[in-house]
């Protein structure tokens, strides 16, 4: 549901930069509602005063506010407020409103590294939430109405979404122990794949979007660097260890830490599966490109897709599939698009299979997160074949990366509040995507680790 704030073009520069902080497009159908007035002058004030006071002076402005909605240094919003709870539509449109409220102080202060400290603290109002009040106060029916909508905010999927993104800014990023008793949701900082997914919902601005998008370039392109240091750093030590001691060795080399959550071993495999030869003296990308070759001559969707099968099963394990998975893929791909076997395979037809195989692979949707297919895989043959089987989708199809992606966002999603030693499993295929996507699809350089593989 959209609901974009617009400004009186008149207004001066400094208000028309402000205005775009918030956002930039209008939904009509939505955000002339009862209160939409009202909740521009708030924008508006929160907007001038964000540009003038320290982010602690905002805080308390916004506990007084939203949380206590008392001793509020300008009365006259207050009850601006009490307009906004009740409405009519508050039930439905208060947590929009509420959701901007918050990114106004957060798009000003993610602009400053230095005070990203204050958009945790500033989420964190709301996990101390007043019980009751006294009931001489002469507002109590504002305020329970308000203290009302609020708890609706904080159950609401804005909320959340706020609370993943202080993850993401506010993060040290150092590398945990994977097995530490956290919640899964501590790592999503590590996966910038994820963000898109996680930390963007339908009613987020147009410039909401490109400070996800901005954090997510940054973080993505400091993986690549440390990872291609890492990995250049391994491999000269072991080098090195050929005709000198160890403790030799690290005086001369300075050392540099493993980026990832995986131990060294885990992480050879991992590079040298998705960099080496796997199938036949190809590697993924070779084995995707004869297949884009070979596979765009099939006469017709039904042979398209018994190609397909044949390019996808020999990632499977060999004992595992004669079980039951080869069976199982082969019918899945008989039952695509029956209707549409006899025609020629066209784009169209290609992102549909694939994005199709990708639900039967990993899990369906949001509603229904069901993943035993790929529990099984996992278990069966491990993480590292299992990553490589999705891979070699994408790179006969990229149009569906994102999908691939939104696939794993739904599990990081159901998972989120489990603690990461329960889903090690999970842990280590988000490790190991984002390894084989900074390969296939990203900026970096492993010319050091190719020669030895």
Not at 7 to 24: C, L, N, R
Not at 312 to 326: R, T
Not at 335 to 361: G, M, Y
Not at 388 to 415: D, M, Q, S, T, W
Request: charged share 20%; with cysteine.
């Amino acid at each position: 549901m959209s609901n974009y704030i617009s400004y009186d073009p008149e207004k001066t520069s400094q208000s028309a930069h402000s205005a775009k902080i918030v956002g930039s497009r209008l939904d009509y159908a939505h955000s002339f509602h009862d209160c939409y007035h009202q909740e521009q002058l708030i924008y508006q004030h929160l907007l001038n005063l964000v540009q003038n006071e320290s982010p602690n002076q905002m805080i308390d402005r916004f506990r007084a506010l939203f949380i206590e909605r008392a001793n509020y240094p300008e009365p006259d919003i207050l009850l601006i407020l009490d307009k906004i709870t009740a409405s009519k539509t508050a039930p439905e449109e208060f947590k929009f409103f509420l959701n901007r409220c918050c990114h106004i102080l957060i798009n000003c202060w993610y602009m400053k590294p230095q005070l990203h400290y204050a958009i945790a603290e500033l989420i964190s109002l709301f996990d101390a939430i007043p019980i009751s009040y006294r009931v001489t106060n002469l507002r109590s029916r504002e305020i329970n109405r308000l203290r009302e909508l609020v708890k609706q905010f904080v159950d609401s999927e804005q909320y959340l979404i706020l609370r993943r993104f202080t993850q993401v800014v506010n993060q040290t990023p150092t590398v945990a122990n994977r097995r530490d008793n956290q919640p899964l949701m501590s790592l999503i900082r590590r996966y910038p794949y994820l963000y898109e997914h996680c930390l963007i919902s339908e009613d987020s601005t147009f410039e909401q979007k490109e400070t996800v998008r901005h954090f997510q370039s940054q973080v993505q392109r400091k993986f690549e660097i440390d990872l291609s240091q890492y990995v250049t750093y391994k491999v000269r030590r072991i080098q090195m260890l050929k005709n000198t001691s160890s403790a030799e060795a690290d005086r001369i080399l300075r050392p540099i830490s493993n980026p990832t959550l995986l131990t060294d071993s885990e992480l050879y495999t991992t590079l040298k599966h998705f960099v080496g030869k796997v199938e036949h003296g190809n590697t993924y990308h070779e084995s995707a490109q004869k297949f884009i070759q070979y596979g765009g001559q099939a006469r017709n969707f039904r042979n398209f897709k018994d190609d397909l099968y044949e390019y996808l099963i020999s990632s499977v394990d060999g004992q595992y599939g004669k079980k039951q998975f080869n069976q199982k893929l082969y019918k899945y791909l008989q039952n695509i698009l029956p209707q549409a076997d006899e025609q020629k395979v066209n784009d169209l037809l290609l992102v549909r299979t694939c994005s199709s195989l990708l639900n039967f692979l990993v899990v369906n949707n949001q509603s229904s997160p069901q993943h035993f297919v790929f529990l099984d895989l996992i278990s069966n043959q491990g993480t590292v074949p299992t990553m490589g089987l999705l891979l070699k989708i994408v790179l006969i199809c990229g149009k569906v990366k994102p999908y691939l992606e939104r696939k794993f966002a739904i599990l990081f999603n159901h998972y989120e509040t489990s603690t990461t030693d329960s889903v090690s499993w999970l842990v280590g295929t988000l490790e190991q995507l984002n390894i084989a996507f900074s390969i296939n699809f990203g900026n970096i350089d492993l010319s050091f680790f190719k020669r030895f593989c």
